[in-house]
């Protein structure tokens, strides 16, 4: 046992106490161990082994080392055939360490006295002999020394980090059977893939015995990144700036996103898991610059052995380690990492557009198509003409590869570029965050060519509100300088009818073609020269009192396509 069955060394070992402030390698006689009491208050006391080159029976303590700098710990198994587990965790660094001891000084003839000799006497029985090398280790894994039958004397534990400042944790214990802090391992400790798609991939394992038979609490943790495995939660600590916290665990039934943020980096905005992290990032070493964010994110999940990382990227490779954590002790043991790359991003089908013929193009929302227009003869200008039938589009046209082109477009607009020889341009469209999105394009080399009537800019219908009749209401809209046909459309509705079921009915892709032949109530050209003066009024007749009718304008261009103008919502005089 590490001194006398006790849990701490420094008050139940006066003689460890004493060899620390002596040179290293060097034997003492025991002292008498002291007050009871007060070394039980010390021991509730967390700070008192900060820092202490004493390590305590069964407890974990996390130190530094500085590059190049040795660092030993001590122990005193009073014991002879006294079991002995010693843990060694490096966390950002390779370690090189080493188990050794020493014979234990002649029991003094006055011992149990309760009278400790004098520091005199002690000294005179120190000696520079070596101890025994019980066991080394150079690596960055997780390893161990365990003896079911450990000899007594003084133990001491050399670590040296030879290539920078690092973390590491030990721990030892001379009741490693009934202990058991850290969580045990199934029999096949492996994380498997499956399911893997373009932005998720779906992790299951095999649960820790330590739950699933010895009933402890434990939780599992999971850490993702784009760079490497992880052998330990102490490395992944070191990695994770300060700020980084464990988030909360995801609600019942529901797998949590950890890339529901900004960026993959990993979300600056997450204060609210600082209060629930059990593992306290740590800061040691020289150097105080704070340190860049990584692309590393890690969240404990509760007992649940599946789980599913959503919102990753497409064809990118991304490594997946798993932590069971025993919460009574906060101690845990790492599961054999793995990693998947996520599946390529569904390859566009890029549409080809023909020279001066219009094509109909559907967008999912939030989605987005290619178009490729590849003029077979020189040209000087090449024009664009775009009418989007529901909500705002975007438009981006590149022509070999570089941006002429980036616009939100709403109604129909036309986008006149430079030409070039033998280019070819590519037309990226993207849809609304709203809903689907319809639209009509068309590519010419030919100016003359426009398949879309122009519009004014503003294409709603003004109603006269004092011309109102039991049969007859009077509107206007605006026109062009372009002589073009329009042609006007009634629909009596319900008086229920709102401004939601006019909006969507407000795709100005459908034509005139698309209502009854009934519901028309002429066709008429006009235009002006004067801008200003383009405006025309016409009177709808034929009306019944009191009802409600939705009245649509169509401009008809030379090529035959129409626009719609914004509905209009009507309704005649009850009584008159």
Not at 99 to 113: D, N, R, T, Y
Not at 116 to 139: A, M, V, W
Not at 337 to 358: H, P
Not at 481 to 508: A, P, T
Request: net charge positive; with cysteine.
């Amino acid at each position: 046992m590490l001194c006398a069955n006790s849990r701490m060394l420094l008050l139940r070992c006066p003689l460890l106490f004493l060899l620390l402030l002596l040179p290293l390698g060097s034997r003492s006689q025991k002292l008498p161990t002291r007050d009871e009491e007060l070394f039980q208050m010390q021991i509730r006391d967390k700070a008192f082994f900060h820092d202490s080159s004493v390590i305590p029976d069964g407890a974990e303590i996390s130190s530094y080392l500085f590059r190049d700098t040795p660092k030993r710990y001590f122990f005193v198994v009073e014991e002879d055939n006294t079991p002995l587990a010693v843990t060694v965790t490096p966390c950002d660094a390779p370690l090189e360490w080493k188990l050794s001891v020493q014979e234990l000084p002649e029991e003094a003839s006055g011992e149990g006295s309760g009278d400790p000799e004098p520091l005199e006497q002690q000294k005179q029985q120190i000696t520079n002999e070596e101890g025994t090398e019980l066991f080394s280790y150079k690596g960055n894994d997780v390893e161990y020394f365990v003896s079911s039958s450990s000899p007594s004397g003084l133990y001491q534990l050399d670590l040296l980090s030879t290539e920078k400042d690092t973390h590491f944790k030990v721990y030892a214990t001379t009741t490693p059977e009934s202990d058991q802090p850290y969580p045990e391992l199934p029999y096949d400790p492996r994380i498997d893939v499956t399911s893997l798609g373009r932005t998720t991939v779906t992790l299951a394992w095999k649960p820790s015995p330590t739950a699933s038979l010895l009933r402890q609490p434990i939780q599992y943790c999971i850490v993702i990144n784009k760079e490497h495995n992880f052998k330990s939660l102490c490395a992944v600590e070191a990695k994770l700036s300060s700020d980084d916290a464990f988030m909360m665990a995801p609600k019942p039934g529901l797998d949590f996103s950890p890339f529901d943020f900004a960026h993959f980096g990993f979300p600056a905005d997450n204060n609210s898991g600082k209060e629930r992290g059990f593992l306290k990032s740590s800061k040691f070493g020289r150097q105080t610059s704070p340190k860049p964010r990584v692309d590393l994110h890690r969240v404990c999940i509760g007992n649940k052995n599946i789980f599913t990382v959503s919102d990753l990227k497409p064809d990118t490779q991304y490594y997946f380690d798993m932590f069971a954590v025993n919460t009574n002790t906060n101690m845990s043991t790492a599961y054999v990492g793995t990693f998947a790359r996520t599946k390529e991003e569904a390859k566009q089908k890029t549409v080809e557009l023909k020279d001066g013929k219009v094509t109909d193009v559907f967008i999912k929302r939030k989605g987005a198509k290619f178009l490729r227009f590849a003029p077979v003869s020189s040209h000087q200008k090449v024009t664009f003409s775009v009418h989007s039938c529901l909500d705002a589009v975007q438009i981006q046209v590149r022509r070999d590869g570089k941006l002429l082109l980036s616009q939100s477009v709403e109604g129909v607009r036309q986008f006149q570029l430079r030409g070039k020889a033998k280019a070819k341009y590519l037309i990226r469209l993207k849809g609304s965050k709203k809903g689907a999105s319809m639209l009509k394009i068309l590519a010419t080399t030919r100016p003359n060519k426009q398949s879309f009537p122009s519009l004014p800019e503003d294409t709603r219908i003004k109603a006269f509100d004092k011309l109102r009749t039991c049969s007859s209401v009077t509107v206007a809209w605006l026109g062009t300088q372009e002589r073009n046909k329009f042609c006007i459309y009634k629909r009596e509705v319900d008086d229920n009818y709102n401004d939601e079921q006019k909006r969507r009915e407000q795709n100005q892709c459908l034509g005139p073609d698309t209502r009854k032949k009934s519901e028309k109530v002429l066709c008429k050209y006009f235009h002006s020269q004067n801008i200003q003066k383009a405006v025309t009024t016409e009177t709808i007749r034929g009306l019944q009192p009191g009802k409600s009718y939705l009245l649509d304008v169509y401009v008809i261009g030379h090529g035959g396509h129409s626009v719609k103008y914004q509905s209009k919502l009507v309704k005649t005089r009850k009584f008159c």
